[in-house]
């Protein structure tokens, strides 16, 4: 009987995934909890988190906007050797957008900080792996960040090419948008999409992004908040899904009208914010 259940968890696995570029996916990766463990994962020689969710283990798999269409194979390493499921990333076909910044540019109300938290700089790698590492690898499902009976619209898509066309931004190549833009009034209550720890928030003002909140859930997945009008966390702070971060803003010289730009990154990969989001529906 148990045979017969480890080969039908094995001969599911067998069936390819599919999956856009930009989006994440989760494999399960046990069955019940007599599921055989799996000790690691890899995908495109990165190494992918295993997180729990309602029980049960899963391999979440950051697809890169820039990955190549094709097969890969995520590689599971397990107890007795390796297995492998076949990934099958498809074309996403993202939008060409002409932009316009603000002129002339918003002058920050301080001195913009040196850097915005979610970039890998050593500094901040440095600073981050003592407590990132004591995070719980189990997500409790999340949610969208806006009540969407607030939610006007999509301004900015994920994945979005963008052009800057003014002087000053001397982009020859396109720029990629890792966010996903929702359009709300300002003071729009901004809550956090699901449970973790405040990493940073501060209504210090980055140059190009704004006042600025960024969540970790587990050490490997992070959600990050921008363009707010004010936080009302601090960093350090513990939230709950649904938690209030701050409000709806205009901040930052990339913004041009109230938004929120989210964005969700998977280790060091940005991911569609809505595709993650759907991927673990709260517990109902
Ligand atoms: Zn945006």
Redesign the pocket.
Known sequence: MLYTLFLLWLLGLKAPVVVQQGNPVAVQVTTTDRGVQVRSARFMGQPVPLVWYRGQRYALVPVAVDAKPGSYPLLLELPYGQDSVVVEVVAAGFRVRHLYPKYPLKKPTVPPLPLPPDTNKPFFRARLNDWQAALPNEVEGFTLPIDSRHLQRF??LFGDKRYWTRQQYHERRPKR?Y???FVADTGTAVRAIGSGVVRWADDAWLRDDGVTVVVFHTPAIRSVY??LARVCVVTGDTVRRGQVLGYIGNTGS?SKGP?L?IKVKVVNVYVHPLRFIEAFPPSP
């Open positions: 301004s900015g948008h966010g996903l833009d921008q363009h990339n938004h730009d």
